[in-house]
T-cell receptor, first 117, second 116 residues
Framework: AQKVTQAQTEISVVEKEDVTLDCVYE???????LFWYKQPPSGELVFLIR??????QNEISGRYSWNFQKSTSSFNFTITASQVVDSAVYFC??????????????FGSGTQLTVLP | ETGVTQTPRHLVMGMTNKKSLKCEQH?????MYWYKQSAKKPLELMFV???????ENNSVPSRFSPECPNSSHLFLHLHTLQPEDSALYLC???????????????FGPGTRLTVL
């Protein structure tokens, strides 16, 4: 069975600080996909990134960066120079590939990030 | 309209009412999903449709009845709900989950449901 753990329930930082959101996953599959979504107060989940299990290269997109480490089953998300608009709930999710339920996303419980001005 | 839209955005209903939630995707996708998001709980997958056929039903009570008339529209019919069904109901779509490939799911803004 697959599982995603986001141990940080809430994080508060002051604007311009860097912040890292942790995500640890469990899966028995060798082929799987990891995702991060942002949920602002409006409610819509906004897709941020998708990673497959064969690509461990870290990725940077503007102020966002992701660190995927299979050795520790982690897919952490860092926001550099945080801004008030980054305040949201962030979800990490896992989908197993291969046969079976390829489309089922398992979500972590989310991390509420508050960026204070 | 672009992306995934959901109506209504807010709904208050009594336990004896019948109502429907609507989802429409404008992305040309073939798979659609219903999720439930309750306070303090992870998102729960309810139903999956691929090419209008239901492929997943995660032990959802029969008081929730999905309908997918075509690949662009998805409904969730609600009947005799309980107060614990109050939640944010999110719709999502993806291109088409071929075996071995996990497509990215794009979400709508959700319907905030309150059952009195």
């Amino acid at each position: 069975a697959q599982k995603v753990t986001q141990a940080q329930t809430e994080i508060s930082v002051v604007e311009k600080e860097d912040v890292t959101l942790d995500c640890v996953y469990e899966t028995r599959d060798t082929t799987y996909y990891l995702f991060w979504y942002k949920q602002p107060p409006s409610g819509e989940l906004v897709f941020l990134i998708r990673r497959n299990s064969f690509d461990e290269q870290n990725e940077i997109s503007g102020r966002y960066s992701w660190n995927f480490q299979k050795s520790t089953s982690s897919f952490n998300f860092t926001i550099t120079a945080s801004q008030v608009v980054d305040s949201a709930v962030y979800f990490c999710a896992l989908s197993e590939g291969g046969s079976g339920s390829a489309r089922q996303l398992t979500f972590g419980s989310g991390t509420q990030l508050t960026v204070l001005p | 309209e672009t992306g995934v839209t959901q109506t209504p955005r807010h709904l208050v209903m009594g336990m004896t009412n019948k109502k429907s939630l609507k989802c429409e995707q404008h992305l040309g996708h073939n798979a659609m999903y219903w999720y439930k998001q309750s306070a303090k709980k992870p998102l729960e997958l309810m139903f999956v449709y691929n090419f209008k056929e239901q492929t997943e039903n995660n032990s959802v009570p029969s008081r929730f009845s999905p309908e997918c008339p075509n690949s662009s529209h998805l409904f969730l019919h609600l009947h005799t709900l309980q107060p614990e069904d109050s939640a944010l109901y999110l719709c999502a779509s993806s291109q088409d989950g071929l075996a071995g490939v996990s497509d990215t799911q794009y979400f709508g803004p959700g319907t905030r449901l309150t059952v009195l």
